[in-house]
C-alpha cells in the first residue's frame, strides 16, 4: 500500500495524538473494576479551522483539484455541516473560491442554528453559501451550479458531500496506517476502532486500511443518518471503490464492513438524551469536547454497547474523535 503515489497536500496536523480515556474507562468499568479500555484518537485536532475528520480527505481532494487546474470548488452538506467549514478553510488558505451549498435537513429557523457555530466559520473563510430545502437533489444542484460558474470562465472543482469518494477515503486509510503506527510504539493491541459514520468515506478508507494491512482490527460505524441495511451498503461500495483506486480490488467483503444505527434517534442532526450525557460525560471526566450531529451519538452508542456487555474486559477500544465540537454552539436549548 504506497499512498505517497496520490498527490496530496498537506492541511492537517499530522500524526493526531492517541490518548487514553482513563476516567471514562474507570466510570464505565463494572463494579469488580473490569471492562474495556477506552483510548482516543483526536481527530478533532486536525487544526484546520477547529479541526475535524474532513480536513485529512481535504489532503487528497484539494491536491486533485489543484492537479486539475481549478480555481473554484464547490461542496455541499446540512446547514451545520462540519465538511463545508473545513472546505471553506481550506480553499481560504490554497486562495481558491468555495462555493456551499446547505441542506435545510432539520427544518430548523433559530438564530444559534442557521447563523453560529459552522456558518459563521463559512462566512469568516469568505465562502459564497446557497439554501437548498430538505432532500433536494444536492448533487444535482452543484452540477447546476458548476456549469453555471464554467459559464462565467471559472473552472470549478466540485466536492461530493462529506468529500466521500475513492480520493477523500485515502485520507481515512492514511489514518488506518498512523494509527497502527502508533500503536506499534506504544505496544497497544487494538481490537476496536469505533467513530460516528454518515457519508461513510470515514469507515471506508478505515475498513480499506485495516483490511489492506491485515491488521485484525475490527472497524464499526455508529449511523448518525440512515437505518443499518442502506448505511453498511454505502460503507461496503465505497470501501469496494477506494480498494480498486488503490490497486487492492477484491480485498473488501461484506463482513468488512458494519454499522450499528441504533442511536441516530428522530433523525440526522436532531438530538437525542444519549447524546447530551455522552457529551457531558466526555466534557466532565475527560476535558474533551464532542459534538451534537455525530461524535457525541457515536459515543453514546459506545457507551450503550460497553453497558451491555457487548466488548470484552480486556479488550482495547480506540474511538476515533471526528471533530465537529463547534456545533456545540449550534444547539444551546440541548446542552444547556
Ligand atoms: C462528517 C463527519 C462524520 C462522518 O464522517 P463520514 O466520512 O461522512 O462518514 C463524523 N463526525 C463528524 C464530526 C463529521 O463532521
Known amino acids: 500500500m504506497n499512498l505517497a503515489r496520490f498527490p496530496r497536500i498537506r492541511l492537517a496536523h499530522l500524526p493526531t495524538p492517541l490518548e487514553p480515556l482513563e476516567r471514562l474507562s474507570r466510570h464505565l468499568a463494572g463494579p469488580d473494576g473490569k471492562g474495556p479500555r477506552l483510548w482516543i484518537k483526536r481527530d478533532d485536532c486536525t487544526g484546520l479551522s477547529t479541526g475535524g475528520n474532513k480536513t485529512r480527505k481535504l489532503e487528497f481532494l484539494m491536491a486533485d483539484a489543484l492537479a486539475k487546474g481549478a480555481d473554484t470548488v464547490i461542496t455541499q452538506g446540512a446547514t451545520q455541516s462540519n465538511h463545508a467549514r473545513q472546505t471553506a478553510a481550506a480553499a481560504a488558505k490554497l486562495g481558491l473560491a468555495c462555493h456551499l451549498l446547505l441542506e435545510d435537513r432539520t427544518g430548523r ?3 444559534a442554528y442557521t447563523q453560529s457555530a459552522n456558518v459563521l466559520l ?10 437548498r430545502p430538505a432532500g433536494a437533489d444536492m448533487q444535482a444542484e452543484m452540477e447546476a451550479l458548476a456549469e ?7 473552472r470549478p472543482y466540485v466536492i461530493p458531500g462529506g468529500g466521500s469518494n475513492p480520493v477523500g477515503s485515502l485520507g481515512y486509510v492514511y489514518a488506518a496506517q498512523e494509527l497502527l503506527g502508533q500503536a506499534m510504539e506504544l505496544g497497544l493491541r487494538i481490537d476496536h476502532v469505533i467513530h460516528a459514520t454518515g457519508s461513510a468515506g470515514t469507515q471506508a478508507g478505515l475498513v480499506v486500511g485495516m483490511v489492506g494491512l491485515n491488521s485484525g482490527v475490527a472497524v464499526l460505524g455508529i449511523g448518525v443518518s440512515a437505518p443499518r441495511a442502506p ?3 454505502k460503507v461496503l461500495a465505497l470501501a469496494q471503490e477506494t480498494a480498486r483506486h ?6 473488501i467483503r461484506t463482513e468488512h464492513v458494519a454499522a450499528n444505527c441504533d442511536y441516530v434517534g428522530q433523525g440526522y442532526g436532531i438530538a437525542t438524551q444519549g447524546m447530551v450525557e455522552a457529551v457531558r460525560l466526555m466534557a466532565e471526566l475527560e476535558g474533551i469536547l464532542l459534538d451534537p450531529v455525530y461524535s457525541g451519538k457515536a459515543m453514546a452508542g ?5 453497558r451491555k456487555g457487548h466488548f470484552a ?3 482495547n477500544i480506540v474511538f476515533m474523535h471526528t471533530g465537529g465540537s463547534v ?4 444547539y444551546p436549548e440541548a446542552m444547556a
Open 327 to 330: 456545533g456545540l454552539f449550534g
Open 302 to 306: 459506545l457507551i450503550d454497547l460497553i
Open 122 to 131: 463559512d462566512r469568516l473563510h469568505g465562502a459564497e453559501i446557497g439554501h
Open 148 to 154: 453555471r460558474l464554467r459559464a462565467e470562465g471559472k
Open 246 to 251: 488503490l490497486g487492492l480490488p477484491g480485498i
Open 109 to 111: 429557523r433559530d438564530e
Open 231 to 233: 448505511q453498511e451498503a
Open 313 to 315: 474486559p480486556d479488550s
